[in-house]
């Protein structure tokens, strides 16, 4: 994976867990801090900031409710990616293009982490279509189980305030979302980094096989 240079005082945000944004962030030099943002139900990153404090690294950790209250601090933002379309756009973890539109808006640079075979040669205009849906019930059961201890402590008992059997009541939890490659910078891959409209370019050059001309098939 290429490197990506990080100067002293830099204030890096990423948001959710990356193996990849671990591994680089993990090879700095430790004269940085990381702003690491999450989100319900997953709290996926709770594993990457203990890694990251392992490994020196000072860290802070927000939901993303909060995320208009820190971007002001932030100078780099890295995003991780399950695909990246042929037209620059990124598939990766809900809540990923809140981060990067947020960024874009103070002016922050968005730099997305993804290996080259995650390229597809597919195009997504929205997060519906072909997304993956987890446990609808997830949704709902970190705010009960906070709110059940809150009460136990206060001796209270829990009382059920949503009924999800309710026939007017659907419980929705998308696991991905799209992120329009405007709001990208550029996108860091093994090759180096590269600006979102040069993805499908890209992808032509590792799949030459597929750009070879026969006549034949439009005669």
């Known amino acids: 994976m290429h ?17 990849l944004i671990e591994m680089l962030l ?6 940085f801090r990381v702003i690491l943002v999450d989100s319900r139900p997953l709290l996926e990153g709770k594993e990457m900031l203990e890694k990251l404090m392992d490994s ?15 971007m002001k601090e932030v100078t780099k933002v890295f995003l991780g990616a399950s695909a990246l379309m042929s037209d620059g756009s990124i598939l990766s973890r809900v809540g990923s293009a809140s981060v990067a539109m947020m960024a874009k ?6 730099l997305v982490c993804c290996e080259t075979y995650k390229i597809s040669n597919r195009v997504q205009l929205e997060s519906i279509t072909w997304n993956e849906l987890g446990n609808p019930e997830d949704v709902l059961s970190p705010a009960m189980t906070t709110s059940k201890k809150w009460e136990e402590e206060r001796g209270e008992e829990k009382k059920e305030n949503v009924d999800s059997s309710d026939k007017h009541f659907r419980l929705l939890n998308l696991l991905y979302d799209l992120t329009p490659s405007e709001f990208v910078s550029g996108i860091v891959t093994e090759m180096g980094i590269l600006p979102p409209t040069s993805v499908a370019v890209l992808l032509r050059e590792m799949n030459p096989q597929d750009n070879t001309f026969k006549a034949s098939e439009y005669l």
Not at 26 to 31: T, V
Not at 56 to 70: A, K, Q, R, T
């Open 56 to 70: 020196g690294i000072e860290c802070s950790y927000i939901l993303l409710n909060s995320l208009s209250y820190v």
């Open 105 to 110: 808006s103070h002016n922050v640079p968005v």
């Open 3 to 19: 490197r990506v240079r990080l100067w002293k005082g830099d204030v890096i945000l990423t948001y959710a867990k990356n193996d």
């Open 26 to 31: 993990s090879r700095q030099e430790k004269k």
